[in-house]
């Protein structure tokens, strides 16, 4: 169990570049399945050669950053669909990806997958110190999964992040006060993927190897752990919607640990993501969730009062002049 606190911590960063895109600009983007892998690829690749850790794993988040930036240029310079310009730019990045492993291996322009069980990494000191499995390795992973948190707090609450929220909610009106809507797009895209791929640089790292389907139906898990976490624990202040997908990343590693100690069988998880999902958003509107308030914030907004049944008409106000 602690294994599946750990990964789902992790995988809490790639919940927060999700949150950004799907909660805040209410942009529904499939970049994310293959910009996962990029990362990781990109950070494989570059572990594999020699490189710093450190300096692999920061390379992959910005090639993350540049896979979201194309489909942000996709959509508002090329005027494609948001949905379709995310599933090109995903389509894209597969040989991409296979191209980037294939510069770690002698004789090979593409490979699927790269090992890196004999490789330094960012996880390799807490290994030596036998911390991985353990709360200790958990503290440590979720001070930086917490730093990684309070920078999107702080950015969603400048001048530039409260545009982006705008945009989100409501792109005409932003656009009449002067702010390019085009460009608070690319933007959150490309800090959305670079979460995203910084957090399949991180996973890669963690597991030990990168492959090239690692990042399919990614974006599935992303949902699932922002639906779960803030269908559980509300998103009614920024502080706490980004916290809440942390955690919603957490309790779905837990659910797909209980439902794989429960004899399911591994292909079957996919299936379960999507029950998860769905579960989600109807609990919350049929459930005992709603009966929770403390529980249920929906963004600060007050649900209006119902008159009372026998309140009065109001009397009408006799015309100016007697007319």
Request: hydrophobic share 55%; proline share 4%; aromatic share 6%.
């Amino acid at each position: 169990m602690i294994g599946a606190i750990e990964l789902g911590l992790v995988y809490g960063v790639m919940a927060l570049g999700v949150y950004l895109t799907f909660r805040i600009l209410n942009f529904p983007d499939l970049t994310v399945d293959g910009s996962f892998t990029t990362g990781a690829a990109v950070a494989a690749a570059m572990i594999t050669t020699g490189q710093n850790p450190v300096l692999a794993t920061l390379a992959g988040a910005v090639a993350g950053l540049v896979a979201g930036a194309i489909t942000g240029l996709l959509h508002t310079k090329g005027r494609i669909d948001g949905l379709l310009a995310g599933i090109l730019t995903m389509i894209g990045l597969w040989s991409v990806n296979l191209r980037i492993m294939g510069t770690a291996k002698e004789d090979a322009t593409v490979a699927a997958n790269l090992p890196l069980l004999r490789a330094d990494t960012l996880f390799t000191p807490l290994r030596e110190a036998d911390l991985l499995g353990t709360w200790g390795g958990i503290g440590i992973i979720l001070v930086g999964v917490i730093v990684l948190k309070l920078a999107v707090d702080w950015f969603l609450s400048t001048n530039l992040g409260l545009a982006i929220q705008a945009t989100g909610d409501n792109g005409p009106m932003i656009r009449s006060f002067g702010v390019s809507t085009d460009r608070t797009t690319i933007l959150t895209l490309a800090i959305s993927n670079g979460f995203v791929a910084l957090c399949g640089a991180l996973v890669a790292q963690y597991q030990g190897f990168a492959d090239i389907s690692m990042g399919i139906g990614l974006i599935l898990v992303g949902l699932a752990s922002v639906i779960l976490g803030q269908a559980v624990f509300g998103h009614r202040f920024i502080w706490l919607a980004s916290l809440a997908v942390v955690l919603g990343a957490v309790l779905y590693r837990l659910i797909i640990f209980f439902a794989m100690r429960a004899g399911l069988d591994p292909n079957d998880m996919k299936l379960v993501t999507a029950v998860l999902v769905v579960l989600a958003l109807l609990l919350p509107r049929w459930g005992f969730l709603r009966r929770i308030p403390s529980l249920r914030g929906r963004g600060g907004r007050v649900a209006p009062r119902e008159p009372a049944p026998d309140a009065p008409e109001p009397a009408a106000v006799a015309p100016a002049n007697g007319r």
